[in-house]
Structure formats: structure tokens, C-alpha cells
């Protein structure tokens, strides 16, 4: 059957997929291009979405791509980069400045324009950005605007657009959730703008994944690494379906990087699914803390959980003389844009499933991922519709290299690079907030305008309502270039110095974490919560608060998030949170307690 179709050019943001699987909600077929692509590619198309870029378009960079598409008598939307390209091809201006991360409000000046049929007045939208539009070509004009929460002034020119052209721009993210009516914004665009008529399913999808892992298995089967997560079950359940279970092994590691007492729910999990007969189990985890003795580094510990499991499922596929099989993985989408695995993205994290050796197997055609292309928010609808029980299909998102990246490692070296600037800026930033902060002289991962920032957190002390706390982290991580995340101090003291300990991933802190990581789910389960919350890690950094010798700080990171590509910070509730501090703080070795306020982007879900 023939489907109408939209062209998105993939200029390497992070979201530049997720603009795909927005489009192909509405009903319609979406692909992803490349920028160099020949201009004949994108014949046949009904219309093109430029993507987001971690280049900066204010620098020229990463101009030398297909201009020739300005060319085509189709209507065209720009997102971010996108937007900038476009304003700077029809002669309007970039600069590099107006930078926002996180949510902003939207006025539209043009509420009448076909674009935002059905919208508010003032939209909430999601930025994050370096560049920004400061002015406009012949034939266009502005749709609308974003106003600050930090009492900066107005950012001019947010949505712009010219109907003589066809031509459209938003400097927001209307493909990520935390944009409320962006696939309101795509469905104006793909169905009215570019007359798109909505004939493409989830279901053809399915059916097409069960198709193409029979082409490419043949008559070899399957071992797939299945860590008991929401990817791995339903990728388990789809090769079932695909190949019969007789062609599906299904091997659980523990890396020792596990919850409490997982492995035990794991294995009763495969039971349920009817995949208990196929199910080995393997305790590695002397192999995985032997890889990661003394290491620090958190992109050197992704690549070390990353190469042990491929050496332990190589030495048990033949210890079980598995012969003739693929290597299967429940991959997911963000897995392979946030490694950089798509041509431009920014390498965010290196996934366990993307490390060297799983990209050489899969050149050769040896890896099976039927999720490859979907979100967790797909991944889970998949999993309904193939009947797998809510409990398995809802439970948290846990990252495939486990508490390896919630458990921060040092040396005992204050990093305090850049201090001199970054403690008076921080200072200046957070004072109108009324509350105290500290530079922590420690790094974690996050991500800015579409490119990895591994910086400083600022530790925030005193009384605030949870408004005041969420702006004073928008507005420091906003502001203070080299802070990527802010933190809410919940411990009983104020402290103003702080210091790194040695710390490494022995069983101990491991054991540590996996206590306070119990009581935190415990106590999201006993309030109701563990359903309504998307993720919480729970995160053991070896840093001392004040005098105190030695000492563990424990960071909590509830959020909502629906394709972990954004997240908001979750307020917990004050009942909730004093349980904590009682029982965490009275830990052996816990000496900091503190909340994670910082939305995705700046910082990352995980720390690491
Ligand atoms: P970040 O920390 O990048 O995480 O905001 C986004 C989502 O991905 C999960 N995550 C992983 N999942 N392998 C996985 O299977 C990994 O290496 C990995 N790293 C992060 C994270 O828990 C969150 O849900």
C-alpha cells in the first residue's frame, strides 16, 4: 500500500528519531534522511522536517549539506538547528547567544495561522539551545515568542514562518513530551500544511519486526541477554513469536550491578512468560567487578560492563554449546543516539549494548534487536498488545550496565577545575533564591543543546517551596556554564565544603547503594507512588559533606519521562522524605542525603 510520506532530515540531534515516531503517530509514514543526501531522495515526499544539530549554526558548521532541498516545491518545518538553518538560508540573522534549557512559555503572535490550529495563546514548549534567530528574511515573520523565568528578556522570534515559501521554523523541541502540544503542532503540519492523508499503523510495524528477524536469523536462533528489564522481555516475547521458543535461549547475567534480590524476580519473571525452560542464568559478577577494580571514569566503566558481557555470553554460549545463534539484544532507540550511533549525535553515554565489539557483530550481521527503532513509551505498547502482564511491562526503566552508573567512583582528588569562575557565578545566581550553594567538587554526566556536558552539580541548602527550588536549578544550570546539574540538600545541616573519598566499585559501596535503593522503591511502593513515577535512581557518591570522614552522599532522582530522552524532576512528598532521611542517613557510611532537581536536558536521568 502506498503511504504519504515526511522527509526528516537527521542532523544528529538527539531527538531528530523521536520527530520520526511523532509523525508516524499521527498516521504517517515518517523517514529518516541525511543532510547529503541527493536531492533525489527526497522526491516523493509530501514534506521535510529539519532536526536539532549538537553544530552550531551561528559557527557555520555542518552547512555543507543538501541546500538544493530549499529548492523543492515542498512545505518545509525547521526544529532548532533547523529553524536556524532555515531564518539564515532566506536571509535573516544567527547569533550565538539566548541560550534556554528546559520548559519556556510560547506566546503566539500568529494564533491564527494554520500551524497552531487548536492551540493556546501560550503553549509550553522545551528548549535547548546555544543559538537562536535574531532576525528574519524578506516574506517571513515571527509566529511567536518565548518569555524567561529568570527575568532575562524575551526571546524574539521562537516560532517563525513565511507562507509565500512554505517555509517554517521552531527554535523549541515540539517532538519531545514536555512541548504539551507538540504532536498537535506535527499533526498541523504534516496533515493540513503538507496534505498528508494518515494510513500507517502500529500494528503493520509489528508485523513487519516479526518479518524482518525471520529474514535475518534464518535457520540459526537466537541468545539474547535478557536482564529481566521492560526491552529485554518484550524483545524475548517478539523472538518467540517470530522464530517458535525452541530457537530463543535466553541468558541472565548477574553482573553484581544488580538490585536486591533482582536476579530471584528475574528468573520467576521467564517462568511467567513461559520461557523458564530457556532461561540460563549465570552469577559473573567477580568477572564484572575484577573489569572495573580502581577504575574512576565513567565512559572507561560503560566500556568495561559493556565488554564483560559480551565476554561472558561468548564463554557461556559455548560452556552451553549454543551453536549457529545471533547475538539478540533489546535495544532501544535512545541507546544508539546517545552512544553518537547515529552519523552526527554526540556520543552522550556509551550504552553496554553499543560498545566496540557489539558495532563489529552487528556489521557482520550477527545482532537481532527488534526494538531498535522504538522509545520506552512504544516498547511498552508493543509489550500490550503481545499480552505481557502490566507488572513486567511497568516496571522502572533500569539501565543495562545497572548500579555501575549510579555508584560515582574517585580517587580522593578534588576536581575542582574552573572554581575561580564557577563558585562567585553560582553564588551570584542562587542568592535571589534565598538559598546556600556548593560547588561540588566532583563531575556527572548531562547533556546540553544536544551534546555531552560532563560538569560540576551545585549543592542548594535551605528552605524553599518546590517552585523556588525547580526555577533556582533552571536558572543555575541556565546561567553558569560548567554547572549541569542542581541537587537539594535534604540531610539536617548546612555545610560549605566538601570533599571527594577514594571510593571504587567494591561489593561494599555496591551492597550500600543496593540497601538505600531498596528503601527508596519500598517507600514509592508504600505511598503509591511506584507507578506514577517513571524512574527513580538512587545514587551513591563518594563525597564528604563538611568534616564528616569518611562519607557516601546519596542522591535521589525521581522524574517523569515518557521516551527518556527528557525528564522533570518529581517532587516527593514531605512524609516520604523524612522516612528517607531516617532510614538512609542512619546507614553505615551515609553521611549526605539530597534530592536531584535538575531536569533532562541539562543533566542526564543517570549520573553516569
Ligand atoms: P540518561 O541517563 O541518558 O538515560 O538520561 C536515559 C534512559 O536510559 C537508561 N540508560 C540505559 N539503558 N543501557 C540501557 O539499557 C545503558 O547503558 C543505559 N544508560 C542509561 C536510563 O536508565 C534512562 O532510563
Same mark, same amino acid.
Given at each position: 500500500?502506498?503511504?504519504?510520506?515526511?522527509?526528516?532530515?537527521?542532523?544528529?540531534?538527539?531527538?531528530?528519531?523521536?520527530?520520526?515516531?511523532?509523525?508516524?503517530?499521527?498516521?504517517?509514514?515518517?523517514?529518516?534522511?541525511?543532510?547529503?543526501?541527493?536531492?533525489?531522495?527526497?522526491?516523493?515526499?509530501?514534506?521535510?522536517?529539519?532536526?536539532?544539530?549538537?553544530?552550531?549554526?551561528?559557527?557555520?558548521?555542518?552547512?555543507?549539506?543538501?541546500?538544493?532541498?530549499?529548492?523543492?516545491?515542498?512545505?518545509?518545518?525547521?526544529?532548532?538547528?533547523?529553524?536556524?538553518?532555515?531564518?539564515?538560508?532566506?536571509?535573516?540573522?544567527?547569533?550565538?547567544?539566548?541560550?534556554?534549557?528546559?520548559?519556556?512559555?510560547?506566546?503566539?503572535?500568529?494564533?491564527?495561522?494554520?500551524?497552531?490550529?487548536?492551540?493556546?495563546?501560550?503553549?509550553?514548549?522545551?528548549?535547548?539551545?546555544?543559538?537562536?534567530?535574531?532576525?528574519?528574511?524578506?516574506?517571513?515573520?515571527?509566529?511567536?515568542?518565548?518569555?524567561?523565568?529568570?527575568?532575562?528578556?524575551?526571546?524574539?522570534?521562537?516560532?517563525?514562518?513565511?507562507?509565500?515559501?512554505?517555509?517554517?521554523?521552531?527554535?523549541?523541541?515540539?517532538?519531545?513530551?514536555?512541548?504539551?502540544?507538540?504532536?498537535?503542532?506535527?499533526?498541523?503540519?504534516?496533515?493540513?500544511?503538507?496534505?498528508?492523508?494518515?494510513?500507517?499503523?502500529?500494528?503493520?510495524?509489528?508485523?513487519?519486526?516479526?518479518?524482518?528477524?525471520?529474514?535475518?536469523?534464518?535457520?540459526?536462533?537466537?541468545?539474547?541477554?535478557?536482564?529481566?528489564?521492560?526491552?529485554?522481555?518484550?524483545?524475548?516475547?517478539?523472538?518467540?513469536?517470530?522464530?517458535?521458543?525452541?530457537?530463543?535461549?535466553?541468558?541472565?547475567?548477574?553482573?553484581?550491578?544488580?538490585?536486591?534480590?533482582?536476579?530471584?524476580?528475574?528468573?520467576?519473571?521467564?517462568?511467567?512468560?513461559?520461557?523458564?525452560?530457556?532461561?540460563?542464568?549465570?552469577?559473573?559478577?567477580?568477572?564484572?567487578?575484577?573489569?572495573?577494580?580502581?577504575?574512576?571514569?565513567?565512559?572507561?566503566?560503560?566500556?568495561?560492563?559493556?565488554?564483560?558481557?559480551?565476554?561472558?555470553?561468548?564463554? !557461556?554460549?559455548?560452556?552451553?554449546?549454543?551453536?549457529?545463534?545471533?547475538?539478540?539484544?533489546?535495544?532501544?532507540?535512545?541507546?544508539?543516539?546517545?552512544?553518537?550511533?547515529?552519523?552526527?549525535?554526540?556520543?552522550?553515554?556509551?550504552?553496554?549494548?553499543?560498545?566496540?565489539?557489539?558495532?563489529?557483530?552487528?556489521?557482520?550481521?550477527?545482532?537481532?534487536?527488534?526494538?531498535?527503532?522504538?522509545?520506552?513509551?512504544?516498547?511498552?505498547?508493543?509489550?500490550?498488545?503481545?499480552?505481557?502482564?502490566?507488572?513486567?511491562?511497568?516496571?522502572?526503566?533500569?539501565?543495562?550496565?545497572?548500579?555501575?552508573?549510579?555508584?560515582?567512583?574517585?580517587?580522593?582528588?578534588?576536581?575542582?577545575?574552573?572554581?575561580? &569562575?564557577?563558585?562567585?557565578?553560582?553564588?551570584?545566581?542562587?542568592?535571589?533564591?534565598?538559598?546556600?550553594?556548593?560547588?561540588?567538587?566532583?563531575?556527572?554526566?548531562?547533556?546540553?543543546?544536544?551534546?555531552?556536558?560532563?560538569?560540576?552539580?551545585?549543592?542548594?541548602?535551605?528552605?524553599?517551596?518546590?517552585?523556588?527550588?525547580?526555577?533556582?536549578?533552571?536558572?543555575?544550570?541556565?546561567?553558569?556554564?560548567?554547572?549541569? &546539574?542542581?541537587?537539594?540538600?535534604?540531610?539536617?545541616?548546612?555545610?560549605?565544603?566538601?570533599?571527594?573519598?577514594?571510593?571504587?566499585?567494591?561489593?561494599? &559501596?555496591?551492597?550500600?547503594? &543496593?540497601?538505600?535503593?531498596?528503601?527508596?522503591?519500598?517507600?514509592?511502593?508504600?505511598?503509591?507512588?511506584?507507578?506514577?513515577?517513571?524512574?527513580?535512581?538512587?545514587?551513591?557518591?563518594?563525597?564528604?559533606?563538611?568534616?564528616?570522614?569518611?562519607?557516601?552522599?546519596?542522591?535521589?532522582?525521581?522524574?517523569?519521562?515518557?521516551?527518556?530522552?527528557?525528564?522533570?524532576?518529581?517532587?516527593?512528598?514531605?512524609?516520604?522524605?523524612?522516612?528517607?532521611?531516617?532510614?538512609?542517613?542512619?546507614?553505615?557510611?551515609?553521611?549526605?542525603?539530597?534530592?536531584?532537581?535538575?531536569?533532562?536536558?541539562?543533566?542526564?536521568? !543517570?549520573?553516569?
Amino acid at each position: 500500500m502506498h503511504h504519504d510520506s515526511i522527509a526528516v532530515v537527521d542532523f544528529g540531534g538527539q531527538y531528530a528519531h523521536l520527530i520520526a515516531t511523532k509523525v508516524r503517530r499521527i498516521g504517517v509514514l515518517a523517514e529518516i534522511r541525511q543532510p547529503e543526501d541527493p536531492i533525489e531522495a527526497f522526491a516523493g515526499y509530501r514534506g521535510i522536517i529539519l532536526s536539532g544539530s549538537p553544530a552550531l549554526s551561528s559557527h557555520g558548521e555542518d552547512s555543507e549539506y543538501t541546500k538544493a532541498l530549499y529548492e523543492l516545491d515542498m512545505p518545509i518545518l525547521g526544529l532548532c538547528f533547523g529553524h536556524q538553518e532555515i531564518a539564515k538560508h532566506y536571509g535573516g540573522e544567527v547569533i550565538h547567544g539566548g541560550r534556554e534549557w528546559g520548559h519556556a512559555d510560547l506566546h503566539l503572535t500568529r494564533p491564527d495561522h494554520p500551524l497552531f490550529k487548536g492551540l493556546d495563546a501560550v503553549e509550553q514548549v522545551w528548549m535547548s539551545h546555544f543559538d537562536s534567530v535574531a532576525g528574519v528574511g524578506e516574506d517571513f515573520e515571527e509566529f511567536g515568542y518565548t518569555t524567561s523565568k529568570d527575568g532575562s528578556p524575551d526571546h524574539r522570534l521562537a516560532a517563525i514562518g513565511s507562507d509565500v515559501h512554505r517555509r517554517y521554523g521552531f527554535q523549541f523541541h515540539a517532538e519531545v513530551d514536555d512541548t504539551i502540544h507538540g504532536d498537535r503542532m506535527f499533526a498541523n503540519f504534516v496533515l493540513d500544511i503538507c496534505g498528508c492523508e494518515p494510513t500507517w499503523s502500529m500494528e503493520a510495524f509489528i508485523a513487519e519486526e516479526r518479518e524482518k528477524v525471520r529474514r535475518l536469523v534464518g535457520d540459526d536462533s537466537v541468545f539474547l541477554l535478557a536482564s529481566g528489564g521492560v526491552d529485554s522481555t518484550v524483545a524475548a516475547v517478539i523472538l518467540r513469536d517470530a522464530l517458535g521458543p525452541d530457537r530463543v535461549n535466553l541468558l541472565h547475567v548477574d553482573n553484581g550491578l544488580m538490585r536486591k534480590d533482582e536476579s530471584k524476580k528475574v528468573v520467576a519473571l521467564f517462568r511467567r512468560l513461559g520461557l523458564g525452560d530457556h532461561l540460563h542464568f549465570i552469577d559473573a559478577s567477580d568477572d564484572f567487578l575484577g573489569a572495573l577494580e580502581g577504575m574512576t571514569d565513567p565512559e572507561e566503566k560503560r566500556h568495561a560492563i559493556g565488554q564483560t558481557f559480551v565476554d561472558v555470553f561468548n564463554r !557461556e554460549a559455548e560452556r552451553l554449546e549454543i551453536q549457529d545463534h545471533l547475538l539478540g539484544q533489546g535495544t532501544i532507540y535512545p541507546d544508539t543516539v546517545e552512544t553518537g550511533g547515529t552519523r552526527r549525535a554526540d556520543t552522550i553515554k556509551t550504552h553496554h549494548n553499543r560498545v566496540a565489539v557489539i558495532e563489529e557483530m552487528i556489521a557482520e550481521g550477527k545482532v537481532v534487536e527488534p526494538l531498535a527503532e522504538l522509545y520506552k513509551v512504544e516498547v511498552r505498547e508493543v509489550g500490550e498488545e503481545l499480552g505481557i502482564a502490566h507488572e513486567a511491562l511497568w516496571r522502572h526503566p533500569f539501565p543495562g550496565p545497572g548500579l555501575g552508573v549510579r555508584c560515582l567512583c574517585s580517587d580522593g582528588t578534588p576536581d575542582t577545575e574552573g572554581f575561580d &569562575r564557577l563558585v562567585p557565578e553560582t553564588a551570584a545566581a542562587a542568592t535571589k533564591f534565598g538559598l546556600e550553594p556548593l560547588v561540588l567538587p566532583i563531575r556527572s554526566v548531562g547533556v546540553k543543546a544536544d551534546v555531552r556536558a560532563y560538569e560540576h552539580p551545585v549543592l542548594l541548602s535551605g528552605e524553599a517551596d518546590w517552585d523556588t527550588l525547580l526555577r533556582a536549578g533552571s536558572s543555575i544550570t541556565q546561567q553558569v556554564l560548567g554547572i549541569n &546539574r542542581c541537587i537539594w540538600n535534604l540531610g539536617p545541616e548546612h555545610h560549605d565544603t566538601a570533599h571527594p573519598v577514594e571510593g571504587y566499585m567494591t561489593r561494599d &559501596r555496591l551492597d550500600l547503594l &543496593r540497601e538505600a535503593d531498596d528503601m527508596v522503591m519500598e517507600g514509592l511502593r508504600s505511598y503509591d507512588l511506584y507507578d506514577e513515577i517513571w524512574q527513580c535512581p538512587t545514587v551513591l557518591v563518594p563525597l564528604a559533606l563538611g568534616d564528616a570522614e569518611p562519607g557516601e552522599l546519596v542522591v535521589l532522582r525521581p522524574i517523569f519521562s515518557k521516551r527518556a530522552m527528557t525528564a522533570t524532576p518529581v517532587r516527593l512528598p514531605d512524609p516520604l522524605l523524612d522516612d528517607l532521611r531516617a532510614s538512609i542517613l542512619g546507614l553505615p557510611g551515609v553521611t549526605g542525603l539530597a534530592l536531584d532537581i535538575t531536569s533532562k536536558p541539562p543533566g542526564t536521568i !543517570e549520573w553516569e
